[in-house]
């Protein structure tokens, strides 16, 4: 199994319905026919030191293994996702395990 979790800071001039148009098409990537299990949210509201509330959203995929996430990264609904979404980003970080 290998999770794959993104967290997305966007830009502070993101608008709201820009941040709706993110969402809805981060949640195309679950019809990819290798995702396991997904998941996109925003920080919950929880308050300790040692959680990070500082994103905007978080998508947490799961796949069978490493070729289907190999798959999941030239996958067209991904391609077309960071084409037209990535301007907004202003900070990505991504936790790959195995």
């Not at 997305?8 to 709706?20: G, H, M, R, S, Y």
């Not at 949210?41 to 300790?48: F, H, K, L, N, T």
Request: glycine share 2%.
């Amino acid at each position: 199994m290998i999770a794959h979790h993104v967290l997305f800071w966007l830009k502070a001039d993101t608008t709201d319905e820009q941040k709706v148009a993110f969402r809805n098409s981060l949640q195309t990537l679950e019809n990819i026919e290798v995702v396991k299990t997904f998941h996109v949210g925003v920080p919950a509201p929880i308050e300790r030191a040692v959680v990070d509330t500082t994103y905007t959203f978080s998508l947490l995929i799961l796949f069978e293994d490493l070729a289907a996430h190999d798959v999941y990264q030239v996958h067209p609904l991904h391609k077309a996702f960071l084409d037209e979404f990535r301007i907004y980003f202003e900070k990505v970080v991504i936790y790959d395990a195995a």
